[in-house]
């Protein structure tokens, strides 16, 4: 079984431009999450999707974030512009529907290391 | 409000000797489940064990055991006779029933060195 694919892996870009990372979840998981984890840090919840919907956006940086996940199954995560902070890694993560047979394990990609310069 | 607290930001072993990675969290839910994962170098971070708050038992898996200790808000790791291969960084987790979905809160990850 395939497991969560993001990409671009690495990207380094000039502050003020934009960028964005994309998420497949392991198919047939109705919960995508975007994970922000910072150097030496652990990850911190920035979304998450139930299907096609964002059900808790409180910690996403709403003036330059922005997210989607169309059609309920691959995921977008968007910064414009980014700024020399943004350095970091963008987790996606997936799981099945909460409150099925889940264990709460989440599922996650290997991350889409950003560098702002 | 819940917290997950990592107090031991390295630790740098020989192989073969045993390591406990200490985690202590704070929930003021009665029911919560508290998780380890590993992310080995340059690579995603992977499940190892999930426990909830009504299961104090300790469990062994192989070279892994893990020792929940409710009165002190304690889950902790060990890895027994250490190898190459557990070099990565171990991060532990918290899910408490006030979540909506199946968020984790981290604790910010110890990184264990294991040196031949």
């Known amino acids: 079984e395939a497991g969560v694919v993001q990409s671009p892996r690495y990207k380094i870009i000039e502050k003020k431009q934009p960028v964005a990372f994309w998420c497949n979840p392991i198919?047939?998981?109705?919960?995508l999450y975007w994970y922000l984890q910072n150097l030496g840090q652990g990850p911190e919840l920035l979304i998450r999707?139930?299907?096609?919907?964002?059900?808790?956006d409180s910690q996403l940086p709403k003036d330059r974030f922005s997210a989607e996940r169309l059609k309920g199954v691959d995921s977008t995560l968007k910064i414009q512009p980014a700024e020399l902070g943004d350095s970091a890694v963008y987790l996606c993560?997936?799981?099945?529907?909460?409150?099925?047979?889940?264990?709460?394990?989440?599922?996650f990609g290997e991350g889409s290391r950003l560098t702002v310069l | 409000a819940q917290k997950v607290t990592q107090a031991q930001t390295e630790i740098s072993v020989v192989e073969k000797e045993d390591v406990t990675l200490d985690c202590v969290y704070e929930t003021r839910d009665t029911t919560y489940y508290l998780f380890w994962y590993k992310q080995p170098p340059r690579g995603e971070l992977v499940f190892l064990i999930r426990?909830?708050?009504?299961?104090?038992q300790n469990e062994i898996s192989g070279r892994y055991s893990w020792n929940f200790q409710k009165s002190t808000s304690s889950f902790n790791f060990t890895i027994t006779a250490s190898q190459v291969v557990d070099s990565a960084v171990y991060f532990c987790a918290l899910r408490d029933n006030n979540n909506a979905g199946n968020m984790l809160t981290f604790g910010g990850g110890t990184r264990l060195m294991v040196k031949p």
């Open positions: 426990r909830n708050s009504f299961d104090e």
């Open positions: 993560a997936s799981s099945p529907k909460y409150g099925t047979k889940n264990t709460g394990e989440l599922f």
């Open positions: 198919s047939g998981h109705n919960t």
């Open positions: 999707y139930e299907n096609e919907e964002a059900v808790d």
